[in-house]
T-cell receptor, first 115, second 112 residues
């Protein structure tokens, strides 16, 4: 069965510093990959996704993630974080062979941006 | 558009009571999902409905039932609530399975 590991449960970082949130998944021939963000007391919102094509995907607010098939990783990066990026971030994987319906989420990484 | 709406927002039950969580979406999506979120465990899929008229088990279906009432609505029922079902429940929808999912605001359920 597919699994997702987010290697850090909490990441504290100063404002304007770079950040990387790590995500590894168990091997599969092909996968769909997602990063979602959850602000306090809200539902999850999609940050970015990889379905196929270019291995580097970007979001509209400066985050990017790179699909690395050989290392089965999909790490999320931002070169300069803002206070408003404080949230919990979830990496997720789904299997196209099952129609992509059964999405597996990681345990989440809480990003805390300090002034 | 309201997106995905869930009712109620909060609920406290006693062990053995039953209740139904309601979910509706106005985006004309085909697929709908129910998840539970527990601290340190991320989201776990309870049930999903790939399209109107179909439902399938997810990762943690025991103790739950679902109904896809029509294309818009997907309800989750707890027949006999247990303390282990204390959690935050999220409903989501997507145009198709492999697309992004759109989440509702969640229902915080406590079972005493």
């Amino acid at each position: 069965a597919q699994s997702v590991t987010q290697l850090d449960s909490q990441v504290p970082v100063f404002e304007e510093a770079p950040v990387e949130l790590r995500c590894n998944y168990s091997s599969s021939v092909s996968v769909y990959l997602f990063w979602y963000v959850q602000y306090p007391n809200q539902g999850l919102q999609l940050l970015l996704k990889y379905l196929s094509g270019s291995t580097l995907v970007e979001s509209i607010n400066g985050f990017e993630a790179e699909f690395n098939k050989s290392q089965t990783s999909f790490h999320l990066r931002k070169p300069s974080v803002h206070i408003s990026d404080t949230a919990e971030y979830f990496c997720a994987v789904s299997d196209p062979h099952t129609g992509g319906f059964k999405t597996i989420f990681g345990a989440g990484t809480r990003l805390f941006v300090k002034a | 558009n309201a997106g995905v709406t869930q009712t109620p927002k909060f609920q406290v039950l006693k062990t053995g009571q039953s209740m139904t969580l309601q979910c509706a979406q106005d985006m004309n999506h085909n697929s709908m999902y129910w998840y539970r979120q527990d601290p340190g465990m991320g989201l776990r899929l309870i049930y999903y409905s790939a399209s109107e008229g179909t439902t399938d088990k997810g990762e943690v279906p025991n103790g739950y039932n679902v109904s896809r009432l029509n294309k818009r609505e997907f309800s989750l029922r707890l027949e006999s609530a247990a303390p282990s079902q204390t959690s935050v429940y999220f409903c989501a929808s997507s145009p198709l399975g492999y697309n992004e999912q759109f989440f509702g605001p969640g229902t915080r359920l406590t079972v005493l």
